[in-house]
């Protein structure tokens, strides 16, 4: 009587089982690829709701286009900054330049990136620099050339400046050297950006090659 009763109750169950079991998996199936779909789309709407054919630059307060750096740089200096070109090693107005103070800032910009003690003589053929300005100097990996550079760019409108190389062996606080093109920066005297305290530690960096 019982047993009927329970085997019943098993039938019961058994017939209408098969519908919530089926019913969990589906759902538990479907559902974590509803959630990984969603994310990557939700990501590739907001990445193209920025500028898209920019990415690069999307990162810099200054976002001037092509077209309004052309119409304010001379070519030489469109072609470093923008194009990340190289001038001739020796040939910049700020290789062999070691002013007491100032400031050297972005030729493109005008922001600020290096006091003059932070300058020191590489001999390398370029300016060369053992710091930058607190945050002045965004570093990016460059694999051209076939090299694994680090390449340095304004942190204002991501004008390319040049290259850092670590561990040199050169006498200076920090054996980094800012390998630096001189059309990329302009020289401005004391008292232009950054404070007046340039050039009070300036004899750290200027006794080596
Ligand atoms: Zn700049």
Redesign the pocket.
Known sequence: MRSRFFRFLLTLSNLTRPTPFQAAPRLRNTAPPLKSMNIPFLSALFGTSAPSSKNAMTSYP?QRTPDEWRAVLSPEQFRILREKGTERPSSGAYDKHHPSAGTYA?A????ALYEARHKFASGCGWPAYFDSLPGAVVRHEDRSLGMARTEIV?A????HLGHVFKGEGYDTPTDERHCVNSVSLTFKEEGAEGGGEAGAEGKAGESKV
């Open positions: 200054d972005c493109g910009c005008g922001a304004c204002n409108c991501g004008g």
